[in-house]
């Protein structure tokens, strides 16, 4: 297992983010894997941190990568967040990204949970990655 491909599957995960026309439309382009100092737009993306397990097949090594996507809203309820968290799960559950190291093997939609947070509202999206590594 090699924690490698990490840094290669977050910049995939942000290009496919960025570059979809529905989650850009919706999100007005606020897509962060980092949130920028001072305010913050009243709905935002922000990729999340990531849990890493070995998923070698003993000829090459691998990881599976479970990460979140965030939407965030300061909206009073959960219609523009849900929409917003739709376009999200459309453009990365099944979606063949490439890496710069490694290859994408997979990705899947896992699970998610809408909550009220602050006055705002939240929905995690979390995926699951199945990566390998280059040869």
């Not at 990568?65 to 739709?86: N, R």
């Not at 490439?98 to 999206?125: P, T, Y």
């Amino acid at each position: 297992m090699s924690y490698g491909s990490s840094a290669a599957l977050q910049a995939a995960v942000f290009a496919a983010l960025t570059g979809d026309a529905a989650v850009a439309a919706l999100s007005g382009g606020a897509i962060h894997d980092a949130l920028p100092p001072g305010p913050l737009p009243s709905l935002y993306v922000a990729l999340g941190p990531e849990r890493v397990r070995e998923a070698g097949d003993g000829t090459a090594g691998g990881a599976v990568h479970l990460f979140p996507v965030t939407v965030v809203s300061e909206g009073a309820g959960f219609a523009g967040a849900k929409a917003l968290a739709a376009a999200i799960s459309d453009a990365l559950d099944g979606a063949d990204l490439a890496l710069s190291r490694g290859r994408l093997v997979s990705m899947a939609f896992q699970r998610a949970r809408a909550r009220r947070v602050d006055g705002g509202r939240e929905i995690e999206l979390w995926f699951r990655a199945r990566v390998d590594q280059d040869a």
